[in-house]
């Protein structure tokens, strides 16, 4: 099945324990991306990739890092989480960079930080 | 002032109204025009997408475009309990590889 797989689905940290946020598609996509989702500011960029070893920052990169060593996946890494960062995050992908190519999501993370 | 704004709700209506969901936008460079559907704990995935002014139809849904008011409609006819769910209007600028903006999502709540 076609899917874009994150994981953990839940986690619950405190602040300062650096955490990474898995990300893994199977359908050879090009651009993957990550957002998060905050009550009343809907989805927010965070960081995207448009191929393997690039890498390019949205919105709201700060607090995050990324990394794009294979195509299938792009880990979202939080070095030193602070209880801002307390958020619902998706992952997503898509087959190319044309502006009608639609976003394939994950099912999304909920961040809770303490 | 957000780029895209969007009325939260939520939205109850019975089941077989016709409903209309919007968003507008303020700048006048947006081209491409998507509506995505999010139910609980899943991830959004696209509904529709329109380019520039006019109106689009599949099945049971519309999606409408009037850039001259730079407003964007969704129109669900017959609704279904199923039909349950967030919405999000989403647009991008004709130059933009892929700079998605955002509405803030309408729950929109279908009562048997």
């Known amino acids: 099945e076609a899917q874009v797989t994150q994981n953990p689905r839940y986690l619950i940290t405190v602040t300062g324990k650096k955490l990474t946020v898995t990300c893994s598609q199977n359908?050879?996509?090009?651009?993957m991306s990550w957002y998060r989702q905050d009550p009343g500011l809907g989805l927010r960029q965070i960081y995207y990739?448009?191929?393997?070893?690039?890498?390019d920052k949205g919105d709201v990169p700060e607090g995050y890092k990324v990394s794009r060593k294979e195509k299938r996946n792009f880990p979202l890494i939080l070095e030193s989480p602070s209880p801002n960062q307390t958020s619902l995050y998706f992952c997503?992908?898509?087959?190319?960079?044309?502006?009608?190519?639609?976003?394939?999501f994950g099912n999304g993370t909920r961040l809770t930080v303490t | 002032q957000k780029e895209v704004e969007q009325d939260p709700g939520p939205l109850s209506v019975p089941e077989g109204a016709i409903v209309s969901l919007n968003c507008t936008y303020s700048?006048?460079?947006?081209?491409?025009f998507m509506w995505y559907r999010q139910y609980s704990r899943k991830g959004p995935e696209l509904l529709m997408y329109?380019?520039s002014s006019g109106n689009k139809e599949d099945g049971r849904f519309t999606a409408q475009v009037d850039k001259s008011s730079k407003y964007i409609s969704l129109f669900i006819r017959d609704s279904q309990p199923s039909d349950s769910a967030t919405y999000l209007c989403?647009?991008?600028?004709?130059?933009?590889?892929?700079?998605?903006?955002w509405g803030a999502g309408t729950k929109l709540i279908i009562k048997p």
């Open positions: 329109t380019y």
């Open positions: 700048n006048s460079a947006f081209q491409y």
């Open positions: 359908m050879n996509h090009e651009y």
């Open positions: 990739s448009m191929n393997v070893e690039v890498t």
């Open positions: 989403a647009m991008r600028r004709m130059d933009s590889n892929y700079q998605l903006i």
């Open positions: 997503a992908s898509s087959p190319r960079t044309g502006l009608n190519s639609p976003l394939h």
